[in-house]
């Protein structure tokens, strides 16, 4: 298996790289992303496949979960280096249905020892849902699952504009973030939230 990737690697360079060099000879240059991309770190979720993007287009971030955690030294020094060196113009979180980490907020592997602790960032959006759903109409686990992906989308979002840098370039109008799920059964995108780009 890990042989194919270098085998894959091989076919990149004999045909893409080959057919693109001018491209890819710009990109060696410098990088000028658009969009940062935080995502969760699902096999499943490509980002450039997905979005029908070629490299240097997107900026990436993932991790479990598609987290914006408080104190996340990585996800900060993304955060500084997209907005204040790179200056991209808008940030996606990007959640998918059949998120293995928010499964996991109910199913903890007693085994684990950091991933509970990384999901405490995504646990008040299970809070928040099951307050809206009502408990004399019990709902179905699947729906349920599906609003706790998109309901951390928009905590995750919160937790972003709570960096004070992120909601400075927001106000400013120099940054709009985007809040969107990603449905693995459709292959189709679909947006939550965004914050409307202001006036510089
Ligand atoms: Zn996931």
New binding site residues.
Partial sequence: MINDLLKGNRRFVDTVFERERDYFAELAKAQHPTVLWIG???SR?PVNTITQTRPGEIFVHRN???IVAGADWNLSAVLEFSINHLNIPDIVIC??Y?????LALEQASEHDQYVPIWLNSAREAAARVDQRLTADEPPDPGRRHNLIVEENVRLQLEHLVAYPFVARAVARGKLAVHGWVYDMASGVIKPLASTPRRQP
């Fill in positions: 969760c770190s699902d979720v479990v979960a598609n959640g998918h059949g998120c293995g980490g928010i």
